[in-house]
């Protein structure tokens, strides 16, 4: 009767974990993905790298930040700065006015490369919607899907563009994400398998090979399965150089 017991309470433990990882939600996907990635260390953190002819500095406090872009054309340095009070921009080290017709395109530049060089962090942000797709595999490799949108309130210029990420069920790392956004002839596609991983003070970074699809009548959630078939157009690679992170 002992014995009966025990193999009652272990079945029953089994059967919890079980359920438990079946019925992840988007959000405690987004969470796990978030903490193998660094977790809290992004909230307080000073982050540099170089992104082709571009120099990119990042300081976050607890919810501040300061986004902060700088390069060269051929007479000016130009460097321009993303906080929670706004866009300013400085030409040889002093500000010029920017028309208000630019300020949302430079501030959504800046934004852009920043956040793709932490994701899963910033998933959290409150304009975020997160969806959990159904499972698949890719190169035998099992993966929960978390589809993205954004509010239009907080979501930024580009808060219609749509997002997936491929998050390895076993170490929730972001192996894969796709997006979608809007261009003047319809809408345009990109797929980025991460590689060339390593942590840098308990932060994760990744350079990505960038895809585009050979056709535009699909779904984002669908490049994956391109991917596979070795149907999609190798566009560019996203490499971040000369990482620091304090």
């Not at 930040?65 to 921009?89: A, C, H, P, Q, W």
């Amino acid at each position: 009767m002992k014995y009966l017991l025990v193999l009652c309470c272990i079945v029953t433990l089994l059967r919890c974990d079980q359920k438990s990882a079946k019925y992840l939600s988007a959000q405690d996907v987004i969470d796990k993905s978030i903490e193998a990635s660094g977790g809290a260390k992004f909230d307080s953190s000073i982050i540099e790298f170089d992104f082709r002819d571009k120099h990119y500095y990042a300081e976050r406090n607890q919810g501040t930040f300061k986004l902060v872009r700088t390069f060269k054309d051929s007479t000016r340095k130009i460097t321009d700065f993303l906080t929670n009070k706004g866009f300013e921009r400085h030409e040889n080290n002093k500000p010029v006015k920017v028309p208000d017709s630019m300020l949302s395109r430079y501030s959504a530049s800046v934004n852009s490369v920043h956040y793709f060089s932490v994701l899963p962090y910033g998933l959290n942000d409150a304009a975020v919607n997160k969806v959990l797709l159904e499972e698949k595999n890719i190169k035998n490799k099992a993966y929960y899907i978390v589809k993205v949108t954004f509010n239009q309130d907080g979501g930024g210029e580009d808060f219609e563009d749509v997002f997936v990420y491929w998050i390895n069920q076993e170490s929730f790392k972001v192996d894969y994400l796709a997006y979608s956004y809007n261009e003047t002839d319809g809408t345009g596609f990109r797929f980025r398998e991460a590689y060339n991983e390593r942590y840098i003070n308990g932060l994760r970074f990744v350079d990505y090979n960038n895809y585009k699809p050979k056709q535009s009548k699909l779904s984002v959630s669908q490049l994956d399965e391109l991917f596979e078939k070795g149907e999609l157009e190798l566009l560019s690679k996203i490499e971040l150089k000369n990482i620091n992170v304090d």
